[in-house]
Structures are given as structure tokens and as C-alpha cells.
T-cell receptor, first 115, second 111 residues
Framework: EAGVAQSPRYKIIEKRQSVAFWCNPI?????LYWYQQILGQGPKLLIQ????????DSQLPKDRFSAERLKGVDSTLKIQPAKLEDSAVYLC?????????????FGPGTRLTVT | KQEVTQIPAALSVPEGENLVLNCSFT??????LQWFRQDPGKGLTSLLL?????REQTSGRLNASLDKSSGRSTLYIAASQPGDSATYLC??????????FGDGTTLTVKP
């Protein structure tokens, strides 16, 4: 079974530029998560989708971050404009459904460096 | 607000030693607790998932326990190997698929 795919793996941009990340979850997984992981910390949830609808985006800095999952499969996360403090690893995860019986499966992440 | 603490932040042990990693939390109203492993530059790999009604789960050399009343979970690794070197994170299930993570314990197993 193919895992969660993310691209690009690494990205370096200057502050105030924009950047987009892509995630393809495990086939058949209805729930998709985007996390931000700052070096030395655990992942922090940015947004959670159930199919193509948003379940929770309360921690998403909506003035600069946006995310979509238009067809309920793959998803993109965008930052515009980027700030230095956005330097982090952005992790995508998926689970079969929304619920506490289901494990989350993580992709390899995209490491973003903002200079 | 739920707070998750993993102490120590880093641990170094000789190969073959049995060890325990700790995860403590402030609110016992959790749905599950999951232990993950993260290798450098990689994503998270799920190790064990304990539902709130369970006390422990075992997989190979790993055993995870959950005591909601005391706000603690432990991950026991038997006969540690250099390949076990990684960062171990615990995550608390808060309901509706949401999780909050600890900052992890970085384990180094020396040959």
C-alpha cells in the first residue's frame, strides 16, 4: 500500500515570497491533516479535512496560510507571504475516517526554510 | 487546555538496555494515546495506539501503558538496539480525530 506522498521535500524561499506544498493521502482515506513542526517541537495541527470539507482550521493563520482539498483526495497548503517564523517541517497525515479509532499515517514532510 | 510533557528531552543508553520513555498530560479526558517514532528528516511512524478503555498495548519489543487517572503513559523498549535511535513522540486523541503532541524524547542507543 502506497503511503502519504508529499512534495517538494525541501524548499528555500525569501521572506515575503509565496510557497505551496502538495499532499496525496493514502488511497481511500477520507481525513487529511496538515501539521507544522518547528525544530525540537511536536507537530501542531494547522487544518483538518474530512473529504473536501474543513473540520478544524482554528489554528491556521488565515491571514497568510490557506489550504484546499477540492476533490476530496489530494491537498495543497499555501503560505503567502512567508515570514521567517514559518521555517518548519510541514507534515501531511491521513486516516481512514475522522474518529478516535483510526490511526494517522504521516508523509515524509516538506522542510521549509525562509531566509 | 491539555498540556503534554515528555521528560527527558534526550536519553542515551548502551545497547541491550531496557528503557522507559514517559509521557504525562494534564487532562484525563482523552480518547486515545498514540506513540510515534520519528527518524531524522522523516515523517512520523505509528508504533502503538491505546484506546481510552485500554491499559496497555504490545508490539514486539515495545509495550505502551496508559493510566488516565494519573495522567501518564509509558513506552517500554526491551533489549534496545542502535536501530531504535530516533525521536519518540506521544500524541493524545482529543476527540473527532484531533491530537495534541508532546515535544518528544530523542533516544540514542550506543553500540
Amino acid at each position: 500500500e502506497a503511503g502519504v506522498a508529499q512534495s517538494p521535500r525541501y524548499k528555500i524561499i525569501e521572506k515575503r515570497q509565496s510557497v505551496a506544498f502538495w499532499c496525496n493521502p493514502i488511497s481511500g482515506h477520507a481525513t487529511l491533516y496538515w501539521y507544522q513542526q518547528i525544530l525540537g517541537q511536536g507537530p501542531k495541527l494547522l487544518i483538518q479535512f474530512q473529504n473536501n470539507g474543513v473540520v478544524d482550521d482554528s489554528q491556521l493563520p488565515k491571514d497568510r496560510f490557506s489550504a484546499e482539498r477540492l476533490k476530496g483526495v489530494d491537498s495543497t497548503l499555501k503560505i503567502q507571504p512567508a515570514k521567517l517564523e514559518d521555517s518548519a517541517v510541514y507534515l501531511c497525515a491521513s486516516s481512514l475516517a475522522t474518529g478516535d479509532l483510526y490511526e494517522q499515517y504521516f508523509g515524509p514532510g516538506t522542510r521549509l526554510t525562509v531566509t | 487546555k491539555q498540556e503534554v510533557t515528555q521528560i527527558p528531552a534526550a536519553l542515551s543508553v548502551p545497547e541491550g538496555e531496557n528503557l522507559v520513555l514517559n509521557c504525562s498530560f494534564t487532562d484525563s479526558a482523552i480518547y486515545n494515546l498514540q506513540w510515534f517514532r520519528q527518524d531524522p528528516g522523516k515523517g512520523l511512524t505509528s508504533l502503538l495506539l491505546i484506546q481510552s478503555s485500554q491499559r496497555e498495548q504490545t508490539s514486539g519489543r515495545l509495550n505502551a501503558s496508559l493510566d488516565k487517572s494519573s495522567g501518564r503513559s509509558t513506552l517500554y523498549i526491551a533489549a534496545s538496539q542502535p536501530g531504535d535511535s530516533a525521536t519518540y513522540l506521544c500524541a493524545l486523541g482529543l476527540g473527532a480525530g484531533k491530537s495534541t503532541f508532546g515535544d518528544g524524547t530523542t533516544l540514542t542507543v550506543k553500540p
